[in-house]
């Protein structure tokens, strides 16, 4: 306790100042850089695994065949190219997604791709897709296990040759889970990538129905996710579900970022012209638990249900899952917190569960819809 104690202060008060000061996206390539270094090593791995990891039988479950040995994980978008698989286990996280892997190397939109919000605790993103694509992680993940389980985010190319028609993009995340039919243990569909071009087109129902007809003709045998945006009225999450329904659906992480600047949590003065994008963080949390709370009253157990939104401590973690998540995943929280932010979520997590009389977090799911 005392020691995650003075893990928290050391990143906040020593190493956060610091990092706040550099260039976003500069921080995130040395960290990138950083964790595949400590990775490559068993004693640096087991050393972060002595100092921030955390394990307790109540946080275990398996969930589509897979074992989680906890629920936070790591979302798209901050291993986009797979360095960090190594690493993140010793860092405490019980299963990690990379991505978002396109079909086609793609260097990301023009200009600046970050912007932090500190007062609003969010994070202004337009990468717009940058990743070396589907054939280079094939190359280098193709039948790979890892200590935990890994999924593969799949998004269409932001390039104009895949945003041409609808059946171009169908035909680019095809090629990007045939190129890549071993890698990972389940795929998630990213279809509310805000920072491309074209737009959020496969969440239009219509568009997901095509869509998910492709993918069905593949026959994957892993499990599928589909990323669904934060800012979507009841009644457009419903046609969704409808469309997901009739298809090879196992689950929904919710959600994406938010495209709206006016979102709840927004501080409208740190907001400058320059930005583009959409925000991640607190900015994101209520909307997304709202997500989560919903689909969990129309649907129940029927579909995974995976919260990410503006985790940034066990009792946020704990919001998601009261309101109907199994799984969770961060990535601001942990910019935000520091790194050892993944083990006091796990121990918190315990505590709370303990609190209110659960003996394991599967009873805990959806506990505050039920
Ligand atoms: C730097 C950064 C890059 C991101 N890139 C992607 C991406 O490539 N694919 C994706 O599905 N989501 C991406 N996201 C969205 C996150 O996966 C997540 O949905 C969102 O940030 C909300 O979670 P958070 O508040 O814990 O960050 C990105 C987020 C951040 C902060």
């Not at 972060?48 to 589509?64: G, K």
Request: hydrophobic share 40%.
């Amino acid at each position: 306790m005392i020691l995650t104690r003075l893990q928290h202060a050391t990143y906040k008060r020593l190493l956060k100042p610091v990092l706040f000061m550099m260039d976003p996206e500069f921080v995130h390539r040395r960290f990138i850089a950083v964790g595949y270094l400590l990775g490559s090593n068993p004693v640096t791995r087991w050393i972060l695994s002595v100092f921030l990891s955390y394990r307790h039988p109540s946080l275990e479950q398996t969930i589509c065949g897979l074992r989680f040995s906890n629920p936070v994980g790591l979302a798209g978008g901050f291993d986009k190219d797979a360095y960090l698989m190594k690493i993140l286990p010793s860092v405490g996280f019980g299963w990690m997604e990379i991505g978002s892997v396109t079909a086609r190397h793609c260097a990301g939109n023009a200009g600046k791709h970050l912007w932090r919000l500190p007062k609003s605790k969010g994070i202004v993103v337009h990468y717009g897709l940058k990743n070396n694509g589907a054939a280079w992680i094939a190359h280098r993940l193709s039948k790979k296990r890892y200590a935990i389980p890994l999924g593969l985010n799949v998004a269409r190319t932001n390039d104009e040759e895949a945003s041409a028609s609808d059946l171009a993009g169908i035909r680019d995340y095809i090629a990007t889970l045939s190129t890549c039919p071993d890698v990972g243990d389940y795929v998630t569909l990213n279809v509310s990538c805000p920072n491309s071009c074209g737009g959020e087109t496969f969440l239009e129902p219509h568009r997901l129905d095509q869509l998910l007809t492709a993918v069905d003709g593949l026959k994957i045998s892993k499990p599928i996710f589909l990323k669904i945006a934060a800012d979507l009225s009841t009644t457009e999450v419903d046609a969704i579900l409808e469309v997901a329904d009739r298809h090879r659906v196992d689950g929904f992480i919710f959600s994406n970022l938010t495209k709206n600047y006016r979102a709840a949590g927004i501080v409208p003065s740190e907001l400058t012209p320059e930005m583009k994008g959409g925000i991640s963080g607190k900015p994101v949390e209520a909307l997304s638990n709202a997500l989560i709370a919903h689909v969990f009253k129309q649907k129940g157990t029927k579909y995974v249900i995976i919260g990410c939104g503006g985790i940034f401590s066990a009792q946020d973690a704990y919001g998601k899952i009261r309101a109907g998540a199994s799984l969770v995943q961060l990535i601001t929280g942990m910019i935000f917190e520091g790194p050892q932010l993944i083990g006091e979520i796990n121990r918190g997590l315990v505590d709370l569960l303990k609190k209110d009389g659960f003996s394991s977090l599967s009873e805990a799911i959806g506990a505050d819809v039920k």
